[in-house]
């Protein structure tokens, strides 16, 4: 079964197929929590896009800030990276405010 677009064919393998057929006949709910995974991958491929154009730099961290850091990151489960670089962004952008 080829699955087609206004700007993409795609063809389908088995697995794919069943799926695709499977959700025809309503045989798959949404879940309950849809919403947050919709906007946890659409987040992520925002980062995705903002990290391609990125440039790398080196930075010398406290070590207990990166620590902090870290474990933030970890548990809002995202790479500390990217926590950093969206930290330097919204402050960029100005939506984040640091009193020195």
Known sequence: MNKTSKTTTMKLNTYEQKIERALSRGEYTRADDADSAIKLFKDAAKNY?????????????????????????????????????????????GRTQINL
């Open 49 to 93: 896009r903002i990290l391609q154009k990125s440039k790398p730099i080196t930075i010398r961290v406290n070590q207990e800030d990166l620590l902090k850091v870290k474990s933030k990151a970890k548990k809002s489960r995202i790479p500390y990276q990217t926590l950093l670089s969206a930290l330097i962004h919204h402050f960029a952008e």
